[in-house]
């Protein structure tokens, strides 16, 4: 149980387009889920948390007009690049809180390449 | 604000070999430590979970202690694997979860 799936799990798009990124938790409720970006053996940098129905909280230092996200439904947050520039290529992960615990599960991961 | 040190930063052994990885944390009011395996180009694969209350959590190989009053957990692996090799990491929940910046493991066959 407890498993978290993202789709795409690799996009590649072009400089000015945006991307949107899921994340699901297929098998439990997650009131809260996560955003990390992960740069070449570096560990993983938080973006974002978002509540299911509210605004996403982003971590000091990233664009929230850039990174857009929505928690619609206890099991799905997705994000949105917009505008999306070479620099903004990575390896997106998000995560999902289980619902009444602190245990995290993570996706798959999503490898992002801007041209 | 929680700050969270792995020690090595990488590592590398001959197959068989038990292996040693230290996490240490600057705040030792935690709920739980987790301890999560990477590999290359993938996401995260959880593999203990210790809760504040427990000392240690054991899963095949792996075993993990906790020792919330000094800030250190500890992840053992006996007998390693060619396929052990990964990068370990530790994480500890604040209102974010706070990550080391992981042990990279090699183990040679």
């Known amino acids: 149980g407890a498993v978290v799936s993202q789709h795409p799990s690799r996009v590649i798009c072009k400089s000015g387009t945006s991307v949107k990124i899921e994340c699901r938790s297929l098998?439990?409720?997650?009131?809260?889920m996560f955003w990390y970006r992960q740069f070449p053996k570096q560990s993983l940098m938080l973006m974002a948390t978002s509540n299911e129905g509210s605004k996403a909280t982003y971590e000091q230092g990233v664009e929230k007009d850039k990174f857009l996200i929505n928690h619609a439904s206890l099991t799905l947050s997705t994000l949105t690049v917009t505008s999306a520039h070479p620099e903004d290529s990575s390896f997106y992960i998000c995560?999902?809180?289980?619902?009444?615990?602190?245990?995290?599960?993570f996706g798959p991961g999503t490898r992002l390449t801007v041209t | 604000k929680q700050e969270v040190t792995q020690i090595p930063a990488a590592l590398s052994v001959p197959e068989g070999e038990n292996l040693v990885l230290n996490c240490s944390f600057t705040?030792?009011?935690?709920?739980?430590l987790q301890w999560f395996r990477q590999d290359p180009g993938k996401g995260l694969t959880s593999l203990l979970l210790?809760?504040?209350?427990?000392r240690e959590q054991t899963s095949g190989r792996l075993n993990a202690s906790l020792d919330k009053s000094s800030g250190r957990s500890t992840l053992y692996i006996a007998a390693s694997q060619p396929g052990d090799s990964a990068t370990y990491l530790c994480a500890v929940p604040d209102y974010k979860l706070s990550f080391g910046a992981g042990t990279t493991v090699t183990v040679r066959a």
């Open positions: 995560s999902a809180d289980r619902e009444g615990t602190y245990e995290q599960y």
């Open positions: 210790i809760q504040s209350s427990q």
């Open positions: 705040d030792s009011a935690i709920y739980n």
């Open positions: 098998d439990f409720q997650a009131t809260t």
